[in-house]
């Protein structure tokens, strides 16, 4: 037995070896996709953030719109084109939203645009239009849906802004690709008057809605 032991102990010590590059090459790439990136947020206070600063907490290392408050939180930089990386945590029924491009008042899903932060799954938004939905340009672009993770865990979603091109990406699956340009024309998905489309930078901004609401890991990356 103490042989076949020492085999077996061996065996894998030279697979561990021999996977190391491998690993290695995992943990390099890792790195390589977070480049550049700056984060906008420090996990203990709003320091970088303005406007509705009341109606939002933090807590243990996470950003969380408060139930009773909410509004509109905006970066305190304005940014064109970007890659934009978060993590967030809905509750039952939770309603947000990430205003992109957006100016200081007004409301971004038109002076800017809002991409939607929302539990599809509540019985309460069973017959919202396509583009109320999670992930959709609201009122534009409506989003593939199925990849929310469970109410209660996290997601980890990616917004790109490249001129007229988005991208939404949750969890690793792209559920909006669109140019709005061509999305708003000859009108808008809604028929509503969406201004904020042309706009070539503004602030980004948390939308909330009077619903608790968890995000952390907030970090950009301007395109060149």
Same mark, same amino acid.
Not at 25 to 49: I, P, Q, R, Y
Not at 62 to 81: A, I, M, Q, S, W
Not at 179 to 188: F, Q, R
């Given at each position: ?29 890792? +790195?390589?996709?977070?480049? $550049? *990136? #700056?984060?906008? %947020?420090?996990? &203990?206070?709003?320091? /970088? ?26 970066? +305190?930089?304005?940014?064109? $084109? *970007? #890659?934009?990386? %978060?993590?967030? &945590?809905?509750?039952? /029924? ?131």
């Amino acid at each position: 037995m103490r042989n076949t032991s020492i085999r077996t102990l061996g065996l894998l010590i030279a697979a561990a070896v021999l996977m190391a590059p491998a690993f290695a090459s995992l943990a390099n790439a890792a +790195d390589d996709d977070e480049k $550049d *990136f #700056v984060s906008l %947020f420090d996990g &203990k206070t709003l320091t /970088g953030w303005q406007g509705s600063t009341d109606g939002y907490k933090v807590e243990e290392g996470v950003l969380v719109c408060r139930p009773d408050g909410g509004g509109f939180l905006y970066t +305190d930089k304005e940014y064109g $084109d *970007f #890659v934009y990386r %978060f993590e967030f &945590k809905l509750t039952p /029924g939770a309603n947000n939203g990430i205003g992109i491009r957006t100016p200081i008042g007004g409301d971004p899903a038109y002076v800017g645009m809002e991409i939607q932060v929302l539990d599809d799954t509540s019985d309460q938004y069973k017959n919202l239009h396509e583009y109320q939905y999670h992930g959709s340009i609201y009122g534009v672009v409506p989003s593939k849906r199925g990849h929310l993770k469970p109410v209660g865990e996290w997601n980890a979603e990616e917004i790109t802004c490249d001129g007229t091109h988005v991208t939404v990406k949750l969890n690793g699956a792209t559920i909006v690709d669109a140019d709005i340009k061509e999305a708003s024309s000859p009108k808008t998905i809604d028929g509503n008057d969406h201004p904020g489309l042309k706009r070539e930078k503004g602030y980004i901004c948390f939308c909330g809605h009077g619903s608790h609401v968890e995000f952390r890991g907030m970090r950009i990356k301007e395109i060149e």
